[in-house]
């Protein structure tokens, strides 16, 4: 009973946090996006946009222009205590990456998988392949008939934590894991032997 009082005084006061916030910001004539109610910008007199996404109190600003990134900074340090952490190298467990040689920004997750390699102990048992699901992987419900001695092996796999890591990594940086994700994940409820081998 504690528990729930707790986490809806912490949801209470988000909620407050993000109205203060967004009243703060729409206040300064950024607009919010129809999209995704976290994400704000705003036109420039010179046509150019600058952008502000916003992940519970971090915040990520985006623009052509230095000055209108300067100018919002002090904006928002006038209404918030905040601390500038510069130039963004991360966010969300996305690394950017930056050539400015080609004017490209790149956004990977080496880090992220190398955590999750890591964390499910897969990092030197994996095989690395051209595509996301090889073809000689035939899935099905039952892959074979399954001995004791793997159904043992199989209750000490986080077959399904590690589908849910694949699929955040699939959402933010790995869409070409969608098809992949979607066909081992009919397989969390009884996952075998053979699954856990097309997930490495």
Aim: a positive charge; charged letters at 30%.
């Amino acid at each position: 009973m504690q528990a729930e009082k707790i986490t809806v005084w912490i949801e209470t006061i988000s909620r407050q946090w993000y109205k203060r916030f967004d009243s703060f910001i729409r206040g300064k004539r950024y607009t919010r996006s129809h999209y995704d109610p976290c994400v704000y910008y705003s036109k420039l007199p010179r046509g150019e946009y600058i952008y502000l996404l916003l992940y519970i109190d971090d915040m990520l600003i985006a623009s052509k222009s230095r000055s209108a990134i300067d100018k919002l900074k002090k904006d928002l340090s006038s209404g918030f205590e905040m601390k500038d952490l510069s130039k963004a190298t991360k966010v969300l467990s996305m690394e950017i990456e930056r050539d400015r040689r080609s004017s490209k920004v790149s956004l990977t997750q080496k880090g992220y998988w190398q955590k999750v390699l890591q964390r499910f102990n897969i990092d030197g048992d994996m095989k690395s392949v051209n595509t996301p699901l090889a073809p000689h992987f035939k899935l099905k419900t039952t892959m074979s008939s399954t001995t004791i001695e793997e159904h043992e092996y199989m209750t000490r796999v986080s077959y399904a934590s590690t589908v849910g890591s694949m699929m955040y990594a699939m959402v933010c940086t790995k869409s070409d894991l969608l098809q992949v994700v979607s066909v081992i994940s009919r397989y969390m409820h009884i996952p075998e032997k053979g699954h856990w081998e097309a997930v490495k």
